[in-house]
Every structure is written in C-alpha cells, then in structure tokens.
C-alpha cells in the first residue's frame, strides 16, 4: 500500500480517530461513582461558584487546550471545510498529549464568518486553559486571534503564525552564530507575505533584527511603499513596505544574507543563491516542496550554507511541534493570561541553547544514528529530544511570571522536576538520586574513560555538580575526541601508557600475591583499566568506579570483586534493576550475580537490596518469591524462599516488612495479597522482589520491560564494600549518568 492507503487504514481502525477520553480517578465502586458525580460533584461545584480560580484544583481545566479550525487553510489542502478538517486537529491533539501531556478538545466550527467564530470560542472559556487557533486563512485569522485576545483571560494563539516565527526564530539565532553575523546588521529576505511570514518577520524584529533590514515579497512582487498606496497590501503586512523599486524575488534576494521561504516550490534558483552575501543562510520552508531543496542551495556556493526546511528528510528541519506543546506547557502551568512575546523569545532562545548542548544517545538513534553536533547541519533540536520540555517549557512559564501574565507562581526548580515526571515513573526516582548526588559530589573514575559514551557522560556530571569524574586512557586520544565532540570541561585523566602506576601495582600485588599474582603480573594488571579503577577505590583515590560498557558483565565484574571486595557485613554481592511503572516502582535482585543462591543469600541480598531502595526514597517491602503461596507446595525448591523469609523476620536489626514464600501475582495485586492471605506480613504490595536464582531473576526483569511497558534503571550492585557498579554493554549516555549518581549516592553513605 502506498502513504494514502497506510495513512486511511491508520485512521479507520477501530476504534476510529485517534483520541479518546480516559478517567483519571477511580471508578470500581458505587462509592467512587457518588464521588465522580451526584451527589459529591455537588461540593466541587460550589466551591468553584464561591471562586471561579478553584476550577484549576476541581477541574481538567488547568490542562486542557481547544484546538479549534473552521478548516479554511489546512495544510496543503487549502479550504476543506470543518468536517474534512478534523483529523488534523485530531493529529494536534495527538502531538499535544505526546509531547507535553496535554489533554485537547478539538472544536471544528462551521462558519468562515470571523464574528460568528470570536463569539464562539469565547463563550468556550470556562471550558479551556488554553486555546490554539488552527488552519484558519488569511487575513481573518489575524482579527480572531486578535479580538479574543482582547476577550480572553486565557492564552489564545495561532500555532500557523507563531509557531513558524519561533521555531525559525530560535534556528536563525544560531545560524547567524555560526555565520559570525549580527542580527541587528543582517539584510533579511521573505519570499510569502502570508500570516505566517508576517508573523515571522514581526518576530525576527523581537529577536533584534531591524525592521528596515527586512524585505517581503510576494505574487505580486517587492512589498513597496507604492503598492501600499494602491492598496494591494494589508494591514498587517503593510508596515513592511519599503521604499524600493518595484521587483521580483530576484532583485530583492540579491546582496541578502538571510532567505525566509514561507511561499511555494521551486521558486528559488541556484543562480539566486549565488547572488547572496557571503556564507547565507536559507529558510526554504514551503512544503511539501522547499523553494530550493538541500542539494541545490549547497551545491551552489563554495563557502557555507546554513539550510533549513519543513521537511523531516532534510537537517534542520523547522517543525512546529517543537514549540506549541512546550509554550502551552509553560503557559498552562503558571495560568497565563496569554502568551506574548517576552514567553515567544524565552521559547527561542531556550531551544537554540538545548541544540549546542550533547544529545542523548535515544535521539541520535531515533534519527538514523547519523552524529547530531551544534553546526551548519545541527541549528534547531529535534521533536524527539525530551530535553525540549524541560528547557522551553521552563523558560516561557519563567518568562510569563517575569513580564506579569502569570497567575500562579511556581518555583522553577522543581517545576522541572514535575515536567521530569510527566516522562515517566524513571526519570522521578533518578530525579531523587540526582539531588541527593548534587548535594555532595564524589570522585567516580570510568575504567574505560577513552569511550566516547563515557566522556560524554562525564561532560553532564561535571556540568551538572553530580560527580567529579576521573578518565582512565590515553590522555591526547581523549583530548582529541572530546575536541571532536564538542566538548570543553576540566577532567582528571589517568595515563596508564603515560603515568606512574607504580603504587597501584604495588597495592595490587599486596592484595593479591597469596592468589598466585607475582610482582611482575600486578604491574601488567593494573595497565588494565578494570583493576586500575578497582585499585585507585580501594586506595581512596577514587570514591566509587564505573566500568563495563565495552565488555561483558562477568569479566569487568572479576576485577573490583578480587580488588574491593564485599562489605565487611556481607558476604555477597548482588545486581538489582529498578523497574518503574506507572504507577508504582519495583526492585528486582538477583538479576546479575548469584547463580542459585542458598536462603542465606537470599536473606543478605534482600537487606541490601532494601537499603539501595532507601536512597530512592522508597520504603522498602520484599516479597521472596517462588511458585508456591505459604507453604501450598512444599519441596526443596520452596523452602529455600521460605526459609529466607524467616531468616529475615527473625532477624532484629530487618526494620521493614517481609514475607515469603510467594507467588509473583501475590505479591503484587493487593486484592490477593489480603484477600486470601490476610496474615500475610506486606501490608501493601511487595516493591522488592527477591527471585528463587539467577535464571528467574534475569528472565523476569527483560520481561517485565520489554512486554509489561517497564523501564529499567540498572543494574545496580549491592553489597560492595566501596561504590562501584557494572554497566551493560550497548548503555546510553543516560545510563552512564544514571548509574554513576547512584555510585555517588553510595559513596555518600561509605565515611
């Protein structure tokens, strides 16, 4: 089938569309129904007749948006109607909840009367915190924006206009960066003098560019003073007239250092290019057919061009939805009165900050693996990069309380952790890690410190204050390669091929000389970047030690367990994955370590494993878990989780609640857990589960992640007696930060 075919069936599936509504309380009871509606509704009612504001705390309201289209400019479609509209603003609503966890009402009006649609929409406000104008032509769409506006306590925005001038907006900053060009001085052409272009070259002028420095031209050519005059433009295109000669896209592009395409294809010839400033910058953004394409506009010239577009197979591409989901964000969350054009800027500037910083390793492989570095090629970030939330949406909510639309303030700080979380269960939990390690900073030295996942993870420890990280490998080979990176930070390098080991060979060969290592055997060992790492640990050179990212788990395990060893008051260590889910986070051990581990095992790793939950914030409760339910199969194989339980029970300084042995539905569904098992010890569903042996451990974590929908933070090891923890080969940078906040955590707590 071809795009139209896959695109038809994508949307009659049933159910058809691509929205629904879902509850977001309890509704199991009759009880929970009286609550939901008659006769409890009636509290929440009066108290929001008492004060209109208390709809935010009784209502969706403070996160929902109507996104709303009479169908008159829809896409490349051009007037449909409202009916043929709506799933597109289906697919709006879609981006929105996407993006930014943003519920939408889409609200199609049939009517191309702008009156009829002001007083329309308006009546709608108690409905909505938000509105976004959708798909409504020129130039009627500037007067309802306008007037409701004027009415609206609300923010009102048409994402056509705006969302085009931002999204370029934050591109052409750092284009002109990379140019070494001053926007005030920049010579700026439009080919379109549509909503979208006004809108745009309005917004550059915000920017710092400079009103006479801009020139629009249209169907009918340069916009000039004397067209003006005969009243062939309007209002609101009007104030960029100039007083030229009259011409065509030619004569205006000539000399220009910025071209802004927001017209038709094909429209712009190599020979145009060739007629601009040195090292231009083209905004091609028609689609689906750009006014020049990639290709054409760089084979042009020998010196840069920084190219943009609206297409996805093109670098740079300027797609709006890298802007209304997060504007609406910040706007909703402080309970703006509008969006104007201080939270437009702080847009702007926020995404062209984010796209000099490193990106995750989840975007690069969501875009092909193809390397996304700050440069001609890398203006903008991608929709894809979470990281967009928390800067854009931060930046307009604290751009709104400083130009006096907010309603509610909020403190910055931990609004982005409450962004974090709308992502997902994970990045809470690592939010709380990440605080605790910031508070006090401990040296972590990355055992394979030349890698370039590694050195990039040590660029966000350093600038974050979560670690001080030391590199183990070739000094100018990880100065080179944090060069080539892109990256600039002070780290401790450790040489073996340069520096003097000599007193880590020396402890080494003391700590291991009664296990058949010889003097000259320790001084090869400690060139190894595992028992390098394991020693500067066990010295005090470093407080915790990060390796395994480039080989398998056993093998960069061996070392730290010959070098550092278990805690005095263990006996075993063992890895534990942290799985969050929606609702609830679970911690699974041993999933790494002990292959059939005895009860005794089992009894030491669930006291570490209780303490690890602890640095999380989360108290522990641990289900020992087998295929039997209290006794109901009695065999070797069940008394070994059984046995553990007791053992733990029994034990006087186990200061949390722990039964077993169980089966893995009982410990985790409450209504089975007290239904049937009341003496049961957990009063709550178990969030450690401790697995008979490895096999069960290993099998069950992958499962739960990769069909239960899980995310997996690990694996975290515990009962070392200094921090240090095994990655797994294939990690994201992600993960590296991640587990090397744990390890600071867990050197915060070995003094």
């Not at 030690?545 to 010959?562: D, E, F, N, V």
């Not at 042995?661 to 239904?675: F, R, W, Y």
């Amino acid at each position: 089938m071809g795009l139209d075919e896959d695109a038809l069936e994508y949307h009659r599936t049933d159910p058809p569309g691509k929205l629904e509504i879902s509850t977001t309380k309890p509704t199991n009871t009759q009880r929970d129904l009286s609550l939901a509606y008659s006769p409890g509704v009636a509290a929440p009612c009066l108290a929001i007749a008492d004060d209109e504001n208390d709809a935010y705390a009784y209502t969706a309201k403070g996160n929902l948006v109507g996104v709303v289209s009479n169908g008159s400019a829809v896409l490349g479609l051009g007037d449909i109607g409202a009916q043929a509209s709506k799933p597109v603003m289906e697919g709006k609503g879609v981006l929105f909840k996407r993006f930014a966890d943003i519920d939408v009402f889409d609200v199609e009006l049939d009517t191309d009367d702008p009156a009829k649609m002001i007083e329309s929409v308006a009546m709608m406000e108690p409905t909505f915190g938000g509105i976004n104008l959708e798909d409504i032509k020129a130039p009627e769409c500037f007067e309802i924006e306008e007037k409701l506006r004027e009415r609206m306590s609300i923010p009102v925005f048409h994402d056509d206009q705006h969302g085009t001038a931002i999204i370029s907006g934050a591109a052409l900053l750092n284009a002109l960066e990379i140019a070494a060009k001053d926007i005030a001085d920049v010579n700026i052409v439009f080919s379109g003098a549509g909503a979208a272009a006004t809108a745009t070259a309005k917004f550059y002028v915000s920017l710092g560019a400079k009103r006479e420095n801009i020139t629009m031209v249209d169907i009918g050519g340069i916009l000039t003073e004397q067209r003006a005059e005969a009243g062939e433009l309007n209002p609101h295109n009007e104030p960029f007239a100039k007083d030229l000669p009259e011409g065509g896209l030619e004569n205006a592009i000539d000399g220009a250092d910025v071209f802004v395409g927001l017209s038709v294809g094909g429209i712009v010839s190599q020979e145009m290019v060739q007629s601009m400033a040195a090292d231009p910058v083209i905004f091609a953004m028609a689609n689906p057919d750009p006014e020049i394409t990639y290709d054409e506009a760089k084979a042009a010239r020998d010196d840069h061009v920084i190219m943009a577009t609206g297409r996805s197979d093109y670098p740079n591409q300027v797609n709006n939805v890298l802007g209304f989901p997060f504007i609406f964000r910040g706007a909703l969350d402080v309970r703006a009165t509008e969006i104007n054009e201080a939270m437009k800027v702080a847009a702007a500037e926020a995404l062209a900050a984010l796209a000099k910083e490193d990106v995750p390793d989840a975007v690069v492989k969501a875009y092909g693996d193809d390397p996304l570095q700050f440069g001609p090629d890398y203006i903008i970030p991608k929709p894809l990069d979470s990281r967009v939330l928390f800067d854009v949406s931060s930046a307009v909510a604290e751009a709104a309380m400083e130009s006096g639309v907010a309603r509610h303030h909020i403190d910055l700080d931990a609004y982005r952790e409450r962004l974090e979380a709308r992502l997902g269960k994970s990045r809470e939990m690592m939010r709380v890690v990440l605080n605790k390690a910031q508070n006090d900073p401990k040296r972590v030295v990355f055992a394979e410190g030349d890698d370039d996942k590694v050195i990039r993870a040590a660029a966000q420890l350093n600038e974050q204050g979560i670690a001080e990280p030391i590199l183990i490998g070739n000094r100018r080979q990880i100065w080179a390669r944090m060069a080539e990176l892109g990256l600039d930070y002070e780290v401790e390098i450790v040489d073996p091929d340069g520096d003097s080991l000599d007193a880590y060979a020396d402890r080494l060969y003391e700590l291991r000389r009664r296990k058949g290592v010889t003097r000259r055997e320790a001084a090869e060992r400690i060139t190894d970047g595992d028992y390098l790492s394991s020693v500067m640990v066990e010295m005090g050179d470093a407080d915790a030690m990060l390796t395994g990212l480039t080989h398998h788990y056993p093998s960069a395990l061996r070392p730290p367990l010959q070098v550092v060893g278990t805690a005095e008051n263990a006996e075993y260590a063992a890895g534990v994955y942290m799985l969050t889910f929606k609702d609830r986070v679970i911690f699974c051990v041993d999933t790494t370590v002990n292959l059939d581990p005895t009860e005794e095992v089992l009894a030491e790793i669930t006291k570490h494993t209780a303490t690890l939950a602890r640095k999380f914030n989360v108290e522990p409760r641990a289900a020992l878990l087998s295929y039997s339910d209290f006794g109901s199969v009695d065999n070797d194989g069940t008394r070994k989780p059984r046995r553990a339980a007791q053992l733990l029970r029994a034990d006087s300084t186990v200061d949390f609640p722990v039964d077993g042995e169980m089966q893995a539905d009982t410990a985790v569904v409450e209504e089975m857990l007290h239904g049937t098992y009341e003496f049961a010890a957990l009063d709550k569903p178990a969030n450690i589960l401790v697995f008979p042996n490895l096999e069960a451990g290993n099998i069950a974590y992958k499962l739960l992640q990769r069909l239960g929908g899980a995310e997996a933070i690990g694996p975290m090891l515990v009962g070392m007696d200094k921090p240090v923890h095994v990655l797994q080969r294939g990690d994201e940078v992600k993960d590296v930060v991640n587990l090397a906040s744990v390890a600071v955590v867990d050197a915060q707590d070995t003094r």
